[in-house]
């Protein structure tokens, strides 16, 4: 099992080029972000009341299962919190009472919004942060309108047109979905048509510092020489339906297994 990413804040100059046009100022994207132009922030993920081991059982765990398409997304700031909305396409339904064709929100933490969003938003908030007295002096009123804060919680960034498995929980009051355990509830369809988990790829471009995203197109090739626990796992959408159908055991003896189970808060076996 790999290890997940500790809270880590480090600030990086990194956000968006200057905006030409209302639209761009409209529809931040993260591919178009600059480095130059945005501060960045990693942070941990947040703990979760139990861990996934197996295909099965995130099917257990899930009210919905969708292969979905991105049609378009948005980010937003709360206190010191950022977000992002994810507006995905179903292309097909696996588990769940829904039809292919329909549409859904699909919420993930982290994102990116202008310095100038994310400090009034904690002034709405009534929040005083360790970083916003820092953020005033650092940028003045008219660069907090061109720069951007970025947290990133070793996920990937949404791309248009990026195709994904997706196992949800159902938030039935704010009418939108959540990934089961954030990224490891997502598996990126690849160039060649194979399936990635979301939470392993961006661990991996996180520490290459390559931007957090899959590119359309971009391909992911099995490392043979890396540790068994170490490896991107691929598969294959027959794959992932079969280990649907069938429980499987979470392997116990393999290296780290005692470590990982105390941070999960559980026996190993």
């Known amino acids: 099992m790999k290890r997940v990413c500790l809270t880590v804040l480090c600030i990086l100059l990194v956000g968006c080029g200057n905006a030409e046009t209302a639209e761009t100022e409209e529809k931040m994207r993260f591919e ?22 197996s295909f099965y059982e995130q099917k257990e765990g899930s009210d919905l299962i969708v292969l979905g398409t991105v049609e378009d997304y ?20 696996l588990k769940g009472d829904m039809e292919a064709g329909e549409h859904i929100t699909v919420r993930k933490p982290g994102g990116a919004v202008t310095v100038e969003e994310y400090l009034q938003s904690m002034e709405d908030a009534g929040i005083t942060y360790w970083n916003a007295e820092e ?20 996920d990937l960034d949404p791309v248009i047109g990026q195709k994904s ?95 990982d189970a105390l941070e999960m808060d559980c026996e190993p076996g």
């Not at 178009?32 to 081991?53: H, I, S, T």
């Not at 948005?74 to 339904?93: K, M, N, P, Y």
């Open 74 to 93: 948005s980010c937003f700031a709360g206190g010191i919190e950022i977000a992002t909305d994810i507006s995905l396409r179903v292309d097909d339904v």
């Open 135 to 154: 953020l005033k002096a650092e940028y003045s009123e008219e660069e907090r309108r061109e720069n951007y804060i970025q947290i990133s919680f070793c």
């Open 32 to 53: 178009n972000l600059d480095p130059a132009k945005v501060n960045m922030q990693y942070g941990g993920l947040k703990e979760w009341d139990r861990f996934y081991n």
């Open 165 to 259: 498995l997706y196992f949800l929980e159902k938030d039935a009051e704010k009418e939108l979905y959540y990934r089961l355990c954030d990224g490891f509830g997502q598996y990126v369809e690849t160039a060649s048509g194979e399936y990635v988990n979301a939470y392993e790829i961006a661990d991996e471009k996180r520490n290459a510092d390559e931007p957090m995203m899959l590119a359309l197109g971009e391909t992911v090739e099995f490392d043979p020489d890396a540790a068994p626990e170490e490896r991107i796992n691929i598969y294959t959408m027959d794959e992932i339906k079969e280990g649907m159908e069938t429980y499987t055991a979470p392997p116990t003896d393999y290296p780290g297994a005692e470590e």
